[in-house]
């Protein structure tokens, strides 16, 4: 959530963050609800303090006298009023909580302006993109695919969007994680074994809710919410927490598996691995000062860039604008890698900065040295990698005209060869 300090002292920062982002957020009803609770606060504190002195003057009286039993109903009509604003502050703090949360992160300067991905900003380009070959084909019109992955026995296990990795398909998803957690460990972020389910308040802190509940799958009876990263556990890991200073930055990274129903997804996007409901990824998580933060931002981007130039596939980095960008970041890197054979761009990676408002969320502070007071810490978080569209261009990408995928070198020592052949 946003600074209050912004919504009462400059509401029209907060304003100039919802255009940008081109996010349905009524403002004036937050305005207006916070304002309405102010007031009650103030009024329920004032009666309670003509209480306290009523109290302290009744100590003074004579029980039974006129002036104590003239006290008396007063105190009771104090009391009832007091009953009264208590049940209406309560019920406005509902609607206020709910209104508060529905205020989207404010975009960083820098964030160029837009609603849709045209407007995105190509950062930088890395790699060579050869021509293409007549052999070169997407990885879904594979005539061998089912020995690798097999979509339709996912279908009816689960259903459409849980495909089944099958022999060289699973060995080399796994190699992947383990490069990524590797490379990982090598710079220094601690790895954590992660819940796969989370509760009502782990999601809310991390922005998932109530924004994202929809996308997210749920069990009815114990109200857990499956991660649609594992961004969200990470990060709760030190919720309602205080921090020295001196454990500053905090490095983590998790894998997991990933849950998103991806509800009005169609077409091309869907096909294949392209786009399912469930998938692996390792993901990098940072908890900052407030002044390194964007440093940090950078950093993050180059080391998922570190990752795709390890494994010699040609990617771009996109600046997200306003209307493309998340509703907790202030500022988001995407990372491309280029699928030959389908001859675009897939989403790998996103690395964002989302400053204080997921740390307010989950009260995650650190007492600063100099002045002795507690701060909230930075967030960020950064996919280090997602699986599925690595395996999507590292098969239509190797692929060789004898059919045989050729695998880069950094995954041979995981792989134990340096091909996969169809049988």
């Not at 009744?58 to 104590?68: D, I, N, T, V």
């Not at 849980?162 to 220094?188: C, H, K």
């Not at 964007?294 to 860039?305: F, G, K, P, W």
């Not at 890698?337 to 502070?365: D, H, P, T, Y």
Request: charged share 30%; glycine share 8%; net charge negative.
């Amino acid at each position: 959530m946003i600074d209050l300090k912004i919504l009462r002292e400059s509401p029209d920062v907060a304003r100039d963050g919802i255009r940008k982002k081109h996010i349905d957020c009524d403002l004036e009803a937050v305005l207006k609800a916070d304002e309405e609770r102010r007031k009650l606060i103030v009024d329920v504190e004032s009666l309670r303090a003509e209480q306290k002195s009523a109290n302290a003057e009744m100590a003074q009286m004579q029980k039974g006298s006129p002036e104590f039993l003239e006290k008396v109903g007063e105190m009771r009509t104090l009391s009832s009023s007091i009953k009264e604003i208590d049940v209406a502050l309560k019920a406005l703090d509902e609607t206020w909580n709910d209104l508060y949360l529905s205020v989207p992160n404010i975009p960083h300067e820098s964030v160029p302006e837009g609603k849709s991905e045209s407007e995105n900003v190509e950062y930088k380009t890395w790699g060579e993109i050869p021509q293409q070959e007549a052999y070169q084909i997407p990885h879904y019109d594979f005539d061998w695919l089912e020995q690798i992955l097999d979509f339709k026995r996912g279908t009816k296990v689960t259903g459409a969007g849980f495909p089944f990795f099958v022999g060289d398909g699973a060995r080399l998803a796994r190699s992947l994680v383990s490069f990524f957690l590797d490379q990982a460990g090598e710079s220094g972020i601690q790895e954590m074994a992660v819940p796969f389910f989370v509760n009502a308040e782990s999601a809310t802190a991390t922005g998932q809710l109530p924004d994202k509940e929809g996308q997210m799958y749920q069990t009815i009876q114990d109200g857990l919410y499956a991660i649609p990263t594992a961004e969200v556990p990470l990060t709760n890991f030190l919720r309602d927490e205080i921090l020295e200073e001196s454990d500053l930055p905090i490095y983590r990274c998790g894998y997991s598996a990933c849950f998103r129903r991806e509800a009005g997804s169609y077409g091309k996007d869907v096909r294949g691995l392209n786009r399912v409901h469930q998938f692996d990824k390792v993901e990098v998580l940072k908890w900052v000062k407030p002044e390194t933060s964007y440093a940090e931002l950078d950093s993050l981007r180059e080391y998922a860039e570190s990752l795709l130039q390890k494994l010699g596939l040609p990617y771009r980095a996109l600046l997200m604008c306003g209307g493309v960008m998340g509703f907790s970041q202030t500022k988001q890197y995407d990372l491309e890698v280029w699928a030959m054979g389908q001859q675009r761009w897939l989403e790998v990676s996103s690395c964002s900065n989302f400053e204080s408002f997921q740390s307010r969320r989950a009260k995650i502070r650190y007492k600063d040295l100099e002045t002795g007071k507690n701060e909230f810490v930075h967030t960020l978080n950064g996919s280090g990698l997602a699986v599925p569209r690595v395996f999507v261009a590292i098969l239509e990408n190797g692929l060789q005209a004898d059919g045989s995928v050729k695998l880069p070198e950094v995954l041979v020592p995981y792989m134990g060869k340096d091909r996969i052949e169809p049988k």
